[in-house]
């Protein structure tokens, strides 16, 4: 049985979208820096609420930066 994961688009997002810092997508999604780390490396499963919030920051629906993956 294939173990599944969540792969994300969150640095790609944060490049193009003027080379947002770390520091200030954390800020605008109201987490910390040390998550948006996490996510980025794909250590962090996100919630809903952060999943949509990070969503919003970019203007963008979540299925566009999170998708359902298999290891």
């Known amino acids: 049985m294939m ?3 969540i792969n994300n688009q969150v640095r790609r ?3 193009e ?3 947002m810092t770390q520091q200030e997508l954390a800020n605008r999604a109201q987490c910390t820096r040390q998550t948006i780390i996490s996510l980025e490396a794909g250590k962090y499963v996100p919630s809903l609420i952060l999943a949509l919030r990070i969503a919003k ?3 963008v629906g979540v299925d566009d930066i999170f998708e359902l993956g298999e290891e």
């Open 17 to 19: 979208r003027g080379e």
């Open 13 to 15: 997002f944060r490049f």
């Open 57 to 59: 920051v970019f203007a």
């Open 3 to 5: 173990k599944e994961k």
